[in-house]
T-cell receptor, first 112, second 111 residues
Framework: NAGVTQTPKFQVLKTGQSMTLQCAQD?????MYWYRQDPGMGLRLIYY???????DKGEVPNGYNVSRLNKREFSLRLESAAPSQTSVYFC???????????FGEGSRLTVL | AQRVTQPEKLLSVFKGAPVELKCNYS??????LFWYVQYSRQRLQLLLR??SRESIKGFTADLNKGETSFHLKKPFAQEEDSAMYYC?????????????FGQGTTLQVKP
């Protein structure tokens, strides 16, 4: 039982490149989330998916797109990376919208 | 604006001393508040939520609506309590995954 798994764990991109962060959970959770963590700013919600087939914007969605591929997987895409997107990205899931959040280990992205 | 403020970046105490990690929030409705913790080389995890009114690992937190605070307390700190602590608020009733986090406080418990 791996919980929430994120790939890759580390990535370096050049400005303008695209990439997708993958997230999968094996806990049969319905809700999934993407957060970013920046020094001195805590975690901020980028996008979330309350249930399979739905996605919605969080606090800082600009520059990102998401896909809820199925119940297990929720990916985050950067179409044209910018240095301001250098951050640590966390995926999380919960069984219900009111349930405890379970986090992945994080993905550290650097955009040069 | 909805906001969570943790005024201390770093809190350093000796083992056995009392600990209070401060959290203040700004929210116009009835908030749901949480403390999450990240130990070294571990994932961020829920420590406690105010509606459960539990004591977890000796920590308690009381919601004070008058002072808009949700401070985390422990009477006697242990070295294993050293970690990063985040206070978080859920601004949408019924969806606790949409959290607003504070900046985090690193708790360092010295032997």
């Amino acid at each position: 039982n791996a919980g929430v798994t994120q790939t890759p764990k580390f990535q370096v991109l050049k400005t303008g490149q695209s990439m997708t962060l993958q997230c999968a959970q094996d806990m049969n959770h319905n809700s999934m989330y993407w957060y970013r963590q920046d020094p001195g700013m805590g975690l901020r919600l980028i996008y979330y998916s309350a249930s399979e087939g739905t996605t919605d914007k969080g606090e800082v969605p600009n520059g990102y797109n998401v896909s809820r591929l199925n119940k297990r997987e929720f990916s985050l895409r950067l179409e044209s990376a910018a240095p301001s997107q250098t951050s640590v990205y966390f995926c999380a899931s919960s069984y219900t919208p009111t349930g405890e959040l379970f986090f992945g280990e994080g993905s550290r992205l650097t955009v040069l | 604006a909805q906001r969570v403020t943790q005024p201390e970046k770093l809190l350093s105490v000796f083992k056995g001393a009392p600990v209070e990690l401060k959290c203040n929030y700004s929210y116009s409705g009835s908030p749901e508040l949480f403390w999450y913790v990240q130990y070294s080389r571990q994932r961020l995890q829920l420590l406690l939520r105010h509606i459960s009114r539990e004591s977890i690992k000796g920590f308690t937190a009381d919601l004070n609506k008058g002072e808009t605070s949700f401070h985390l307390k422990k009477p006697f700190a242990q070295e294993e309590d050293s970690a990063m602590y985040y206070c978080a608020l859920s601004p949408v009733s019924g969806n606790t995954g949409k959290l607003i986090f504070g900046q985090g406080t690193t708790l360092q418990v010295k032997p």
